[in-house]
């Protein structure tokens, strides 16, 4: 089911409110969290209802195998660091059995000419997110770092419909105490207007912003042979607000719904585009990813303690892991290779004590991450080689009705249909030059979480964006994040 669909505004997300906060006023506090369970197994079924097998297991062994590392099981005797390498690697497999196993059948079938059939396997909804977190589940276990919590409990952790299919991805430390206190078992009206803003935001990014950029960064990537100068940064350029303004757009409604029943998601995107580094963008772009990578690959590889040479290693290993997480691809992987060499550029740079003015900093971090998303959108090689052609080498076309004013160009340029490649128009540069002042000036949606005052000036506002987004759900598209 999709945050932005009838079925979810108007339907599940009300009477999954009012039931839960009905069953909590009746003191069935049990009963309560039970529904919120099953009512976020219904809502991960509605894509697929035949992997709702896969969850409900890799939950149940996770949380045995989690009890037995937090010592809770005394009867067993395998050692922690083998249980923790038998749970790690099972559920890698899991995750690599359903994402990974064409793209290796595709490179051995190419390498050693080969002809095993592909398995053409479906990627389980949200099975990139829930294993991830339950990797973290499951060390923070063998280090003592969780309590002894119940089934019920842990099901909610794992499932809670707000962050199931796409993130955040939530830490138990941050949530199990939340499901746990008597101040969130009852509504909370502030949260209820602070909640329905920040979703309203993000149904608005999603649906009025990043489906708008959708069709000119699709037509560019996916359809046009060839891309003049022009056509091949707006491409670009359409993707990476697209890509911006879809998934923080669907971390703010996640935030927003999860607000209605008190719970606070971590943050996940703090304008990340405002960066003046690649570590800055790091520390603001996908944060709780950003976290786990930190957390669970780059520390336990060595992180930093072990020289120069070492941490460069662990960095450039840690982004290309990252990459292969996001897609089964070899553009991933180099998408995460680029992200990890530009990170070792910056610590060498600034081991150097180099600096620069901050207005170069600023555009040339974010033409590099705009560079790098091209290969993070391009499906094949050759996509990414078009586009990025265009925009280094391409023809420099401009509007046929500016030949008479341009005189002076008329030998440096052509004149002609410059965005007919993309299906585009002016409103497409103007719609570009928007959202750069946008990312740049705008306030960050996580600002109002703190900050809202419940006055009519916002509730306007709030209406105005939940209307004009209602008026599009007939144009509904999946988040760009639900591929991953």
Do not use: C
């Not at 190419?110 to 059939?117: E, K, L, R, Y």
Request: glycine share 6%; charged share 15%.
């Amino acid at each position: 089911m999709l945050f932005n669909s009838y079925e979810f505004i108007f339907l599940f997300l009300p009477l999954s409110f009012f039931i839960y906060f009905y069953l909590l006023e009746k003191r069935l506090i049990t009963g309560a969290k039970g529904f919120l369970v099953f009512a976020s197994l219904f809502f991960y079924s509605w894509w697929n209802i035949a992997y709702l097998p896969l969850i409900l297991s890799s939950m149940l062994f996770n949380y045995v195998l989690g009890n037995a590392l937090n010592e809770n099981f005394k009867k067993i005797r395998i050692p922690k660091k083998s249980l923790l390498t038998f749970g790690i690697v099972s559920n890698l497999s899991l995750l690599g059995y359903f994402k990974y196993t064409d793209f290796f059948l595709e490179n051995f079938n190419g390498f050693f000419d080969g002809s095993v059939p592909l398995l053409h396997l479906a990627l389980p909804l949200a099975i990139s997110f829930f294993t991830f977190q339950q990797i973290a589940y499951l060390v923070d276990s063998y280090r003592g770092e969780t309590a002894e919590y119940d089934f019920l409990n842990y099901s909610l952790f794992v499932t809670f419909f707000p962050q199931l299919i796409a993130g955040p991805i939530v830490h138990h430390a941050e949530m199990m105490p939340q499901f746990a206190s008597k101040w969130n078992l009852v509504k909370n009206y502030r949260n209820i207007a602070i909640g329905l803003f920040i979703f309203s935001i993000g149904l608005f990014k999603k649906v009025v912003i990043a489906d708008s950029f959708s069709k000119w960064a699709t037509a560019g990537f996916d359809h046009a042979e060839v891309l003049n100068l022009i056509e091949a940064w707006a491409t670009s350029l359409s993707y990476t607000f697209q890509l911006y303004f879809d998934f923080s757009g669907y971390t703010d409604m996640a935030i927003g719904a999860a607000l209605l029943f008190n719970i606070k998601l971590p943050i996940n995107f703090n304008s990340p585009y405002k960066a003046l580094d690649i570590q800055d963008f790091w520390r603001r772009w996908h944060i709780t990813l950003s976290r786990f990578l930190r957390d669970y690959i780059y520390i336990p590889l060595g992180g930093s303690r072990k020289g120069n040479l070492r941490t460069y290693t662990n960095v450039l290993t840690t982004f290309i892991l990252g990459g292969i997480w996001h897609g089964a691809g070899w553009t991933f992987v180099f998408w995460g290779f680029l992200h990890g060499m530009a990170l070792v550029v910056h610590r060498a740079w600034k081991s150097l004590g180099f600096a620069m003015p901050k207005a170069l900093a600023w555009f040339i971090t974010f033409n590099f991450i705009n560079i790098a998303w091209v290969f993070f959108r391009a499906k094949e090689w050759d996509d990414a080689v078009k586009v990025l052609n265009g925009m280094f080498f391409g023809d420099i076309v401009l509007n046929y009705r500016w030949f008479y004013s341009l005189t002076y160009f008329h030998s440096k340029v052509q004149f002609g249909a410059w965005l007919q490649a993309i299906n585009g128009d002016k409103y497409t540069l103007l719609a570009i030059f928007a959202a750069l002042l946008l990312v740049l000036l705008g306030k960050n949606s996580m600002h109002y979480k703190t900050t809202l005052k419940l006055n009519t000036v916002y509730l306007l506002a709030g209406t105005l964006m939940l209307t004009f987004s209602l008026l599009k759900l007939h144009e509904v598209s999946e988040f760009l994040y639900f591929n991953f």
